[in-house]
């Protein structure tokens, strides 16, 4: 009969330790439950982080330049950087800064060029200019010309980033003399600033 007994008990035992066992498995598995419906709920409330804010100008660095002056203990490296920045809408800036590292160079150069805006007019659905211009600052000329819809910005290096940011999309350019940047730029925005409307040259012709 004793040994009935123990018969009985292990073999109650081994019933017994699957159901022991499976039980801390159950409550692993509710925290993670928790977690998914609490992320399911927060989707369904629609509730989303903060937006990034989309910036007003669009800035480009056409030129960055490593500048050295000659002092009593040595010489001083110095960085100077050009920036150009626009809106695509028709208005653009652009400013040189100078500073002992890249990035407060490009920095104060973008802040500077904010503060020094041009605004020019685009013609038709081409958004190109009003009529063939030519820009002249100290030895550098720079021819203008609209062109059709679908040419596209034909035009290379400081040029293509002062027109693409003013929003300018379909115009022919060559430059002629000097090929500093900065001197290209400033014969670029002499050209724009010199662009005349329909009404202005209407409203010339009628005093006439």
Aim: proline share 5%; with cysteine; net charge positive.
């Amino acid at each position: 009969m004793a040994e009935e007994e123990k018969v009985v008990n292990n073999e109650q035992v081994k019933q017994e330790a699957p159901v022991n066992a499976e039980a801390p498995r159950e409550e692993r598995r509710h925290p993670r439950g928790d977690r998914r419906d609490n992320r399911r709920d927060g989707r369904r409330d629609g509730k989303r982080g903060p937006r990034p804010e989309q910036k007003e100008f669009q800035e480009r660095v056409v030129f960055i330049n490593r500048v050295s002056k000659t002092v009593k203990g040595g010489r001083r490296m110095k960085f100077t950087a050009l920036v150009v920045v626009g809106d695509l809408k028709g208005r653009y800036g652009f400013a040189l800064g100078k500073a002992a590292e890249v990035p407060d160079a490009i920095k104060k150069a973008s802040e500077a060029a904010k503060k020094n805006l041009f605004k020019i007019e685009l013609v038709g659905k081409g958004r190109s200019i009003s009529h063939e211009v030519v820009g002249k600052y100290g030895a550098c000329n720079v021819y203008l010309k609209p062109a059709p819809e679908g040419t596209g910005i034909v035009a290379g290096g400081p040029v293509r980033a002062i027109l693409e940011l003013a929003g300018v999309q379909n115009v022919c350019s060559k430059v002629y003399g000097s090929r500093a940047p900065i001197n290209i730029i400033r014969a670029v925005n002499q050209g724009l600033e010199s662009l005349k409307s329909y009404k202005d040259v209407k409203a010339l012709r009628s005093k006439e």
